[in-house]
C-alpha cells in the first residue's frame, strides 16, 4: 500500500509551481484532541452537535447554544496544533500556489502558520454582534456571560456558519475557483456529509485533479477519489509531505 500512492504521486510530474489544496475536517484536528463534530466525543449533554448548530436553536434557546460553544471554546483554548496542521503549513511553502480550505472552526490551521487559508464554516472564538454584524475576535475561557453582549447592548452569536447558512462569500468563491483548477487535492479528516464542501473533491476531481483523501474510515467520496488512505492525519499528512518534497526537489 505505502508504495502504491507515492507511486501514483510520482506518476503525476509534479512541480513546485503545481497547485496544490488541502480540504480538512473536524478528525483534523482529532489527534489534538478536540472532539470531530460527529464523533461520540462530540456529544454534548447528549445533544448532537448538527442539532445545535443552527439558527432555529439558536434563536429558541441562546443560553443553551452558548453554553456549548463555551463548552467547546473552553476545550478548543488548550489545544495545540498537531503534525498534520504543520504539514499543511509546510505544503504551503513548497508551492507557489496553495490554498487550504477547512470546516473547522477551531483555528488550529491558522496557529500552526498557515496563511493562505479559507475557513468555510467561519471561527469559534469570533464573535459577531446580532444588530450591525460587526466581528471581534474573543478568547475569554469561561466567558463571563452567557449569552454575551455587544457594546451596543445586542446579543453576541459565535461568528460561525450554522446549517442553513450561507457560507461566507469570499471563502465559497476563493474555495471552489481552486477546486476547478489544482492539480492535487488532498481531503482529509473529513466525513465529508456537509455541503457544499463535500462537493468540492468530486469538482476538482471532475476539472482533472488528482484527489487523495486520508481518512480512518470509509466515506461517501471514497469510491469517487483517485487515491484512499485509511490512517490517521497526525502520521499520513507527514508522509504525504515528504513525499511530495522528494518529487519536486
Ligand atoms: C448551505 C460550523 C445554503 C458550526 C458547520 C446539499 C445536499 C444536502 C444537504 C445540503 C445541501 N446544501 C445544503 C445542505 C444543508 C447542510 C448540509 O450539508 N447538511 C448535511 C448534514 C446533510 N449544509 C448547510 O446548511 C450549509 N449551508 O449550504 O447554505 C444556502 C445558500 C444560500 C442561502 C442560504 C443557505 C452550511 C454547513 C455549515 C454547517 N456548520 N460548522 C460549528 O462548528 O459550530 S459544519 C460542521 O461539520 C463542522 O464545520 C465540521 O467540520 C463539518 C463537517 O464535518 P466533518 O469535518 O466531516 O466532521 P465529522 O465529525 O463529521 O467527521 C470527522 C471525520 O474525520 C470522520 O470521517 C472520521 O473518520 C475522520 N477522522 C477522525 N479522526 C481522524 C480522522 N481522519 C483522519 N485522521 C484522524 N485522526
Same mark, same amino acid.
Given at each position: 500500500?505505502? %508504495? /502504491?500512492?507515492? /507511486?501514483?504521486?510520482?506518476?503525476?510530474?509534479?512541480?513546485? /509551481?503545481?497547485?496544490?489544496?488541502?480540504?480538512? %475536517? &473536524? %478528525? $483534523? &484536528?482529532? +489527534? &489534538?484532541?478536540?472532539?470531530? $463534530?460527529? %464523533? +461520540?466525543d462530540g456529544l454534548w449533554r447528549n445533544f448532537r452537535a448538527q442539532d445545535l448548530a443552527t439558527p432555529e436553536a439558536f434563536a429558541r434557546d441562546p443560553r443553551l447554544v452558548w453554553e456549548w460553544y463555551d463548552w467547546r471554546r473552553g476545550i478548543i483554548a488548550g489545544k495545540e496544533p498537531n503534525p498534520a496542521h504543520y504539514a499543511v503549513t509546510d505544503l504551503e511553502n513548497m508551492f507557489e500556489r496553495f490554498l487550504l480550505i477547512t470546516q473547522n472552526v477551531d483555528g488550529l490551521h491558522r496557529r500552526a502558520g498557515t496563511v493562505k487559508l479559507v475557513e468555510l464554516h467561519g471561527y469559534i472564538f469570533g464573535m459577531r454582534c446580532t444588530a450591525d454584524g460587526t466581528v471581534t475576535e474573543n478568547l475569554e475561557v469561561p466567558l463571563a456571560a452567557i449569552p454575551p453582549e455587544c457594546e451596543c447592548g445586542a446579543m453576541l452569536r459565535p461568528d460561525v456558519v450554522w446549517f442553513g447558512e450561507a457560507l461566507p462569500e469570499r471563502a465559497i468563491t476563493a474555495a471552489l475557483d481552486a477546486s476547478r483548477e489544482c492539480d492535487l487535492m488532498l481531503v482529509a479528516g473529513t466525513a465529508a456529509v456537509v455541503q457544499p464542501a463535500a462537493s468540492m473533491p468530486l469538482m476538482a476531481k471532475q476539472a482533472g485533479a488528482f484527489v487523495i483523501e486520508i481518512n480512518t474510515e470509509f466515506t461517501p467520496i471514497s469510491p469517487y477519489v483517485d487515491l484512499t488512505l485509511q490512517g490517521k492525519a497526525g502520521a499520513m499528512m507527514p508522509q504525504m509531505v515528504s513525499a511530495l518534497r522528494d518529487l519536486i526537489t
Open positions: 500500500m505505502a %508504495g /502504491d500512492w507515492r /507511486d501514483a504521486l510520482a506518476g503525476l510530474n509534479l512541480t513546485r /509551481d503545481s497547485y496544490v489544496t488541502v480540504l480538512t %475536517g &473536524s %478528525g $483534523f &484536528s482529532a +489527534e &489534538s484532541g478536540v472532539p470531530t $463534530f460527529r %464523533g +461520540e
